[in-house]
């Protein structure tokens, strides 16, 4: 078991950066793929990055390569995205995933509000 807290979100012009952190507690961090995913209004959530346990094998949604960047810290016990570029399009609730498969979503954080203002 391992349990998951997003931070940073907010809403910021397009254009902009913000980065989303992700804190775990629990079950041994560096066991877990790490992921984030997304939910925008009305549609289903969709799959954004993912990491593997050493940080080697990085994966990213063709909708965001290029923009964002998925780290991670297993000293930390967390996961991070940083995203550039936003737009409006980007605006979502997201959310960190742990799990043992490429796309993690084994185990959810409660999510976090991004806004992209256009």
């Known amino acids: 078991q391992v349990q998951l807290v997003e931070s940073g979100g907010g809403l910021v012009q397009a254009g902009g950066s913000l980065r989303l952190s992700c804190a775990a507690s629990?079950?041994?961090?560096?066991?877990?793929?790490m992921g984030w995913f997304r939910q925008a209004p009305g549609k289903e959530r969709e799959f954004v990055a993912s990491i593997s346990r050493s940080g080697g094998g990085i994966y990213y949604a063709d909708s965001v390569k290029g923009r964002f960047t998925i780290s991670r810290d297993n000293a930390k016990n967390t996961v991070s995205l940083q995203m550039n570029s936003l737009k409006p399009e980007d605006t979502a609730v997201y959310y960190c995933?742990?799990?043992?498969?490429?796309?993690?979503?084994?185990?959810w954080g409660q999510g976090t509000q991004v806004t992209i203002s256009s």
């Open positions: 995933t742990a799990g043992v498969m490429s796309r993690p979503s084994d185990y």
């Open positions: 629990g079950r041994t961090f560096s066991v877990y793929v």
